[in-house]
T-cell receptor
Framework: SQQGEEDPQALSIQEGENATMNCSYK?????LQWYRQNSGRGLVHLIL?????REKHSGRLRVTLDTSKKSSSLLITASRAADTASYFC????????????FGSGTRLQVQP | EADIYQTPRYLVIGTGKKITLECSQT?????MYWYQQDPGMELHLIHY???????EKGDLSSESTVSRIRTEHFPLTLESARPSHTSQYLC??????????FGAGTRLSVL
């Protein structure tokens, strides 16, 4: 079963607004990653945060990680219509199988 | 866009047919993966490989098989397709910190 749970499942906002997505996971991790998927396409890596980091920025993206609560959030600031996509978190476990476990995804719709 | 290619992009076949979904990458990555994803839903890992002649089953029980004879090539085969196999199949590869690079996917419909 998938480790990550994402919240909300779907989000609709206006252009210019900020979008926040949350991810929870269950096991110890090396890192947590966020990916974006446009409809009918493969996933594209956005940003990675290591387990010893608490916050990371990349352009309009801000990611936080709280390992004590086993949760992460992705903030997209000043959203654009082109940000419309599904966003997935993925955890890289620090024991056992070294394959990512993906969350259930948040479908973001940015209205122009 | 990453240098990982999947063919075909779309495939419609009849029940009972044998099919092979192709996946190739030119980045020299050792790790490769196959995921199954229904539209708008989560990804399920069905197979992965850490290198040549290394393959493992993933989380989702699958009637497919894979092979890894060359680093760059990781084909997935369904011996006898069924309507329950209708889905999107995504191939990925990774190297540093398990960051994954995905192909565009194969959308399979089994009638």
């Amino acid at each position: 079963s998938q480790q990550g749970e994402e919240d909300p499942q779907a989000l609709s906002i206006q252009e210019g607004e900020n979008a926040t997505m949350n991810c929870s996971y269950k096991t110890s991790i090396n890192n947590l990653q966020w990916y974006r998927q446009n409809s009918g396409r493969g996933l594209v890596h956005l940003i990675l945060i290591r387990s010893n980091e608490r916050e990371k920025h990349s352009g309009r993206l801000r990611v936080t990680l709280d390992t004590s609560k086993k949760s992460s959030s992705l903030l997209i600031t000043a959203s654009r219509a082109a940000d419309t996509a599904s966003y997935f978190c993925a955890t890289d476990p620090d024991t056992g199988r070294r394959a990512l476990t993906f969350g259930s995804g948040t479908r973001l719709q940015v209205q122009p | 866009e990453a240098d990982i290619y999947q063919t075909p992009r779309y495939l419609v076949i009849g029940t009972g047919k044998k099919i092979t979904l192709e996946c190739s990458q030119t980045m020299g990555h050792d790790k490769m993966y196959w995921y199954q994803q229904d539209p708008g839903m989560e990804l399920h890992l069905i197979h992965y490989s850490y290198g040549v002649n290394s393959t493992e089953k993933g989380d989702l029980s699958s009637e497919s098989t894979v092979s890894r004879i060359r680093t760059e090539h990781f084909p997935l085969t369904l011996e006898s397709a069924r309507p329950s196999h209708t889905s999107q199949y995504l191939c990925a590869s990774s190297v540093v910190q398990n960051i994954q690079y995905f192909g565009a996917g194969t959308r399979l419909s089994v009638l």
